[in-house]
């Protein structure tokens, strides 16, 4: 986009009991975006129901530079939602969202912005490696995302966060999936629009710790696995005609045997490894089923994704930020 008019950066950043990486973050990235030329910023924080001094903190710094803005959540709806939430309220031709503990690096949103402006419409951050990671998160990590492709029809390249620019166009095609199961990885990768990757190393933790532990990673995965593919429902189909199979050509030979060799009683050990071993393929089968009926009676409810308690500092959104009018005259555009 060559143009030479002043071109609008909001930076999304979704905090949960941060007062303390919030000043570090701010003073790491407002100068690098100040130093982009024909750029205005914005800083959406949301607040995504600290119990902390988060919010004071957040009300001090806006007093301070009106170009920082809250929107503060009723209680904790987790960062995807936080991050939709921002998202929504954002109203940049570009936008950033990054984690507010400087492990996306702020450097990099200077050449986020330079492939914007070559024509990207999505500039995303790939983590060249992990070695900031425990070897059980990396390692966890890359059987996640070998499992997601084999499974998924929609390809998500590995070690892409949610770290990216997007441009307005793409913001608002991200925007328009309204799905209560947000796995934002996935809905960044199923709207598609010419991307490019920019590798970078992912540091520690600035200051705090991890608000994600195993289990909430294992429930994550789940949900991306679950939003984007139905092969664990369809795969049963076929365990069971392999089962089935197996079966009738048993059952063939037991015959036989009965009739050329006489009554043989199988022991209560084959026996009882059979039943067990079709329990808890059925148990199986029927926990997977139950992943995907909870979803669907979640989705079913129509609930909203976040609930918002107070804005502070947000602009009111323009005209061309409703999505169906962007979209129309992008395409418009296009043709
Ligand atoms: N976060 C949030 N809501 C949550 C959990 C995390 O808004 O329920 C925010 C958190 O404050 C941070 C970002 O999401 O800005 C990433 O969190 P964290 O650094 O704990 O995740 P990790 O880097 O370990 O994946
Ligand atoms: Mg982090």
Request: hydrophobic content about 45%; overall charge neutral; some cysteine.
């Amino acid at each position: 986009m060559p143009s030479l008019s002043v071109q609008r950066l909001s930076v999304v950043v979704p905090v949960l009991n941060e007062e303390d990486a919030i000043g570090l973050f701010l003073e790491k990235v407002i100068p690098i975006i100040q130093d982009i030329d024909r750029l205005e910023y914005e800083i959406i924080f949301v607040d995504d129901g600290s119990t902390d001094r988060t919010s004071q903190v957040l009300h001090q710094v806006h007093a301070a530079n009106p170009a920082v803005c809250m929107v503060r959540l009723s209680r904790n709806f987790g960062k995807e939602a936080a991050l939709t939430a921002g998202l929504e309220a954002a109203t940049g031709d570009a936008v950033i969202p990054m984690d507010v503990d400087l492990q996306d690096p702020p450097e990099l949103i200077a050449r986020f912005v330079q492939l914007w402006r070559e024509g990207y419409d999505v500039v995303y951050g790939q983590r060249s490696d992990r070695a900031s990671d425990t070897a059980a998160k990396s390692g966890s990590a890359g059987l996640f995302y070998s499992l997601f492709n084999r499974l998924s029809s929609l390809k998500i390249e590995p070690n892409v966060g949610d770290f990216r620019l997007m441009s307005r166009p793409a913001l608002q095609a991200t925007l328009r999936l309204r799905e209560r199961n947000r796995f934002m990885k996935g809905i960044f990768a199923w709207v598609g629009f010419q991307s490019i990757g920019v590798p970078y190393t992912r540091p520690a933790r600035a200051v705090g710790t991890s608000k994600f532990n195993y289990w909430k990673l294992w429930n994550f995965a789940l949900d991306g696995l679950t939003s984007f593919s139905t092969v664990p429902l369809r795969v049963w189909t076929y365990v069971g005609g392999i089962v089935a199979v197996f079966s009738v050509s048993y059952t063939i030979t037991i015959i036989l045997q009965t009739l050329f060799f006489g009554r043989d009683v199988p022991g209560y050990a084959s026996l009882m490894a059979v039943v067990l071993m079709l329990g808890a393929v059925q148990l199986i089968s029927l926990g997977i089923i139950g992943e995907y009926l909870g979803r669907l009676y979640i989705e079913s409810k129509q609930r909203p994704i976040y609930v918002v308690r107070e804005q502070v500092g947000l602009r009111p959104q323009t005209e061309s930020s409703s999505p169906v009018e962007t979209l129309l005259a992008y395409s418009k555009a296009a043709r």
